[in-house]
């Protein structure tokens, strides 16, 4: 205890003391790590000066752990380094047959998905129209001079794969709106509304339906209603499957009550609610729609098939502003997909890991970096303060450092550092990702100083012994400090 008085002292002594003409970074790393709530903690921090490529403060720099969201910045940048901020994914449409004089397709209609996560999603388009989409659809296949289908409408996501979600996610995360997957077709945000009626506190809520509707979902829940206010229900289910359960509690006396959990088989979902919305607009289709991964035989050669339009997503750059700022994980590993797609040509999370690693190997030192997915949902990364800093650094010296750092959280004024060193010395001087997990919280990313330095960080901490807000209380001293450096 004497020797932690005195380190609080000299502390103290080097943060008043006007000889000194510079903060001395190492001393609130130092004092960080030596909190008593970090007793048993794990921990990874590294500062450094991009223009003089010098070591500001540092501990444990070498130690690699969880990071949680924080592992969006491996994503969203390789993906801008390797397709460009103008790539759109885009939506194909073939036919396999012939369209007679009368507007009748003889053969079937297919979706083939090309990995757009912007599809309906609720970042690009208000509530109520995110399935307007479908209009657009209906006009092409009409400008086409296509009126009806007597075969089947077919959604074919087989380029990106089947895996559901990367490896290392947990049950829990699964059936929940955060945790949706990634593949080949997404809309909607791969969102499941489930809406709920409430009663009095302690008695069983009644489901009233979802959005989309999912024909024999298996929904088996014992979330009741309570005395509060915040959503504390979650959803379990894993990919593929229609069965799925709830557990938790939901503010009581709500006739209508949204809880956000993830479709199942967005591949599937799509080509029934495509069917659907062409036959309430007077377009029969008269086959089934089904899924490729259903099909007896793999989707077919499509350049023996007649291509009859594309639909563009939004631009890449769009993306991944939205998802640095909004930290959305369905976009970061859509992403990623992506970028293995460009990379081999199937667009797994596999390939995209594997196409980031050889994007950064000339910045990052791989020993000890371990990346399992592209939105840091998966418990099994592990990434140290270093590697985040070469990432930075690496990115500092290439031509997307301005649009990068543009897509950023900006802390005490936008994204999920908006409540961060709030009227405090490193408001709007601080652009990072943040990243949350249980027992874990992580920031990383860059600086610009009162003195008109260029800082990269990474401030990782894992199993703190206290709540996430009091470790961000800590962690602002050394953001503090590091925007008066």
């Given at each position: ?5 005195l380190f609080?002292?000299l ?13 001395n ?6 004092y960080f790590?030596?909190?008593?709530v ?7 921090i590294q ?6 490529d010098?070591?500001l403060?540092q ?5 690699s ?6 592992a ?7 993906a801008?380094?390797?397709?460009g901020?103008?790539?759109?994914a885009?939506?194909r ?6 369209i ?10 297919w ?7 912007s599809l309906?999603?609720k970042?690009?388009n ?9 209009f657009?659809?209906l ?8 009126k009806?289908?007597?075969?089947r409408l077919?959604?074919?996501?087989s ?6 979600v ?7 995360d ?14 909607f945000d791969?969102?499941?509304?489930y ?5 009095e ?11 989309p509707?999912i ?15 915040k ?9 593929f ?5 709830g ?5 009581a ?8 959990g993830s479709i199942p088989?967005?591949?599937?979902q ?22 490729n ?11 023996s098939?007649?291509f ?11 993306i991944?502003?939205?998802?640095n700022l909004y930290s ?10 992506l970028?293995?797609?460009k990379?081999?040509?199937f ?17 990052v030192?791989l020993?000890g970096l371990?990346?399992n997915?592209?939105?840091?949902l998966s ?7 270093s590697h985040?800093?070469?990432l ?5 010296k ?12 900006v802390?005490g004024?936008?994204g999920?550092?908006?409540s961060v060193c709030?009227?405090q010395?490193?408001a709007n ?26 800082l990269?960080f ?7 012994n206290?709540?996430?807000s009091q470790?961000v209380?800590?962690m ?5 400090a590091?925007?008066?450096?």
């Open positions: 205890m004497r020797k932690y008085r609080f002292f502390f103290l002594t080097s943060l008043c003391n006007p000889v000194i003409g510079q903060i970074l190492q001393n609130y790393v130092d790590t030596a909190d008593q970090n007793k048993n903690a794990s921990i990874t500062i450094i000066d991009l223009d003089s010098s070591i403060a501990a444990n720099e070498h130690t752990l969880m990071c949680a969201s924080t969006k910045l491996f994503s969203t940048s390789s801008m380094k390797l397709l901020n103008n790539h759109r885009k939506t449409f073939y036919t396999n047959g012939f007679d004089s009368l507007g009748v397709l003889h053969g079937d209609l979706i083939r998905g090309g990995g757009d996560v309906g999603s970042y690009f208000d509530e109520g129209i995110e399935f307007d989409f479908m657009d659809w006009d092409s296949l009409k400008s086409q001079g296509i009806s289908i007597s075969g077919i959604a074919d996501a380029e990106f794969g089947y895996a559901g990367p490896d290392g996610w947990d049950w829990s699964m059936g929940n709106y955060y945790g949706v997957g990634a593949s080949g077709i997404n809309f791969n969102t499941l509304k809406y709920f009626r409430t009663g506190p302690g008695e069983k809520v009644e489901l009233l339906g979802t959005v509707e024909p024999n979902l298996f929904f088996q829940h014992d979330i009741e209603a309570a005395n509060i206010r959503d504390y229900s979650y959803i379990y289910g894993s990919p499957s229609n069965v799925r359960f557990r938790g509690k939901l503010p006396y709500k006739d209508s009550f949204c809880v956000k088989d967005p591949e599937l799509l080509a029934m609610d495509f069917k659907s919305f062409l036959s309430a607009n007077s377009f029969d289709v008269n086959g089934e729609s089904t899924a991964r259903f099909l007896l035989t793999p989707h077919p050669n499509y350049d098939l007649h009859i339009f594309g639909y563009n997503g939004e631009k890449l750059i769009d991944v502003n939205k998802t959305v994980n369905l976009f970061a590993e859509g992403l990623l997909n970028t293995g797609y990379y081999s040509g667009g797994s999370t596999k390939s995209g890991i594997n196409a980031v690693y050889r994007l950064i190997r000339k910045d030192d020993s371990s990346i997915d592209g939105s840091g418990r099994k990364n592990a990434v140290s303060a985040f800093c070469q930075l650094k690496g990115i500092y290439s031509g997307i450092y301005d649009d990068f750092k543009g897509s950023l959280s802390a004024n936008k999920t550092l908006k709030r009227n010395k490193g001087r601080i652009y990072a990702k943040s990243g949350t997990l249980s027992n874990v919280k992580a920031y990383s990313g860059y600086v610009q100083t009162v003195s008109g330095k260029n990269a990474a401030v990782i901490a894992n199993n703190f206290c709540s996430k470790i209380k800590k602002e001293r050394i953001f503090n590091m925007a008066g450096y």
